[in-house]
């Protein structure tokens, strides 16, 4: 039996996932990880159930390894939507933006100007910070934006990555596959392979640092990669931070004052 999934925001961001899904299970053919199967029909998007199983150290392993492979499947530009897209280009229940055309020079510049700094002002619009606070995360994503935490993408990825976009453990389905799990619930766009690594620290994995470690064999990763995985959570901090406020904007302050 199918999941069936409904969204505040309507048809568009539902269709927006069932893009991001079909996107995704493009890199299958090469080793890529297991994408859930949907159909969108009108208001509803029904996705395919999954059998679970137990994250256990081999399947942390093939997760690993086939990850990687879905990095190297590459995309267009950073923050280009998935194939198949149309607009309004945004995804999730926070409307974090796409970029239909190239945004700058760097994954830096057009991570900073499309998904970063809209959410951080949503958020100052909203009150969630003091001026001060919002001040040092202004500047953190300034530096962003001027390239000061670009790295080389892991070996395998030649140029921009196809991510998932928010691979937190929710979506993370362990399952008896040759991948090791199914994912689900994209914001599949194009970006930095470490962002998807940064998202699964950020909230927790079982087996992570071995998942990490398969990942680094395969497709070994830029030195100075697990110093970067804070800068690389501070845009899911702000979406939480938008979304819920609480602690995840202490978490935010604290992750841009080691930045600014």
């Not at 991948?179 to 927790?204: C, K, R, S, Y």
């Amino acid at each position: 039996m199918d999941v069936e999934k409904t969204a505040p925001a309507g048809r568009a961001a539902l269709a927006m996932e069932a893009a991001g899904l079909a996107w995704l299970a493009e890199a299958e053919s090469s080793g890529g990880t297991r994408v859930a199967r949907a159909r969108l029909e009108g208001e509803m998007l029904h996705v395919a159930r999954v059998e679970q199983a137990a994250a256990t150290p081999e399947r942390a392993d093939a997760l690993g390894r086939s990850l990687a492979q879905l990095h190297a499947r590459g995309a267009a530009w950073h923050c280009c939507p998935p194939t198949g897209a149309e607009p309004p280009f945004e995804v999730g229940s926070s409307r974090t933006p796409l970029a239909p055309e190239p945004v700058g020079q760097s994954w830096g510049e057009a991570w900073a100007q499309t998904a970063v700094r809209p959410i951080l002002e949503r958020c100052v619009a909203a009150g969630r910070f003091e001026p001060a606070d919002a001040s040092v995360l202004s500047r953190a994503v300034d530096r962003m934006a001027a390239g000061a935490f670009d790295a080389p993408q892991p070996a395998l990825v030649d140029g921009v990555a196809r991510i998932h976009g928010d691979l937190w453990s929710g979506n993370v389905l362990w399952s008896a596959v040759d991948t090791g799990a199914v994912l689900i619930d994209p914001h599949a766009q194009g970006g930095h392979a470490e962002t998807d690594l940064a998202m699964l620290a950020l909230f927790g994995l079982p087996r992570l640092e071995r998942l990490l470690a398969a990942y680094d064999e395969a497709s070994p990763l830029a030195e100075g990669w697990r110093e970067r995985m804070p800068m690389q959570q501070l845009q899911p901090l702000l979406v939480h931070t938008m979304l819920f406020g609480g602690g995840y904007a202490e978490q935010a302050v604290e992750v841009a004052r080691s930045l600014a």
